[in-house]
């Protein structure tokens, strides 16, 4: 009898032990349900300040990039005064970091400049050593003339002067190859000392010279450049003038701009080109190599500036 009363009391706790095993699966899925709900409002509200805290990083890098590189654009101006010819070195007033950037490019620039001066002295030397034998050479020509062999003299001066114009012209190129961007020339004072050599020539004795220029115009050029330049327009106009030689040089729009014009008959359209190609000339019976106004396009453009030819006028523009 006990152990049937025992089988007995054992049911009723099996079957309350199974009640409780099924009674416990929709609990779970209905704390899951909560826990998910939850993390779904948790991430709602921390999405804005992972936005701010985005933003802020982000600012925190452009400020980082445009302070920190920030010496690299003062470098980039301070090289384009160099190439503008307002400034000589880069100079020192920059970051520990960028300072041996700077030197090796103010070192550069040094360099750059003795050879610049080596070129100029070898120049000058080329030309000390051509000038005697071509006054050699002249001194013949006049004593040809005065034994009456006007024919050989007249071809052995015109060798000579294309000898003279073919070294003025790579006097001219050396010079300029090894010009210092920094360089600024008195237009005024170029212009004054020119005409005083040019009036002395019998096509430019005979006419008259009207100059138009301020006193205290600066051109970005090198004097003896703008002298050679300003030389061969000059030559070119007192050798074709009928009566009256204009120059006129302002300022505009932070350039210089010389015009010099003359009454004579002018150059053809069709044949601009020509007067300014090396060896180009019109008059095929003058004299002279033809060389003038090709220095002159070669000069202008080492300097960045432009020359343009017109009827009756020529119109050189230094920057």
Known sequence: MMRGQCCRHREPRDRSSRCRRETRPPRRRGQAREITTAARAFAADLVPYIGVLAAVLIAAALAQVTFGLSPLANVRKRLAAIREGQATRLGAAF???????????????????????????????????????????AGDVERLRQKGEADIAADIEQVTTAMRRHVERELARARMKSGVRTARANVREVIDRVLAVVMRTPDAARLTWDVDCPPQLLARIDADDLAEAIGNLL???????????????YAEDKRV???????????PPERMSEVLARGGRLDE???????????VQEIVEAWG???????????????
């Open 95 to 137: 970051p520990k970091e960028v300072q041996p950037l700077a030197a090796e490019i103010d070192a550069l620039l040094e360099a750059r400049e003795r050879e610049a001066e080596r070129a100029r002295e070898r120049a000058a030397d080329l030309a000390h050593g051509l000038k005697t034998p071509l006054q050699v050479l």
């Open 235 to 249: 030559d070119n106009a007192a050798r074709y003038a009928r009566r009256v030689v204009r120059i006129e040089a």
């Open 257 to 267: 701009k010389l015009l010099i014009s003359d009454d004579g008959p002018g150059i």
């Open 285 to 295: 019976a003058g004299a002279g190599a033809g060389l003038g106004l090709a220095i």
């Open 305 to 319: 500036a432009g020359c343009s030819l017109g009827q009756g006028i020529a119109d050189f523009r230094p920057s």
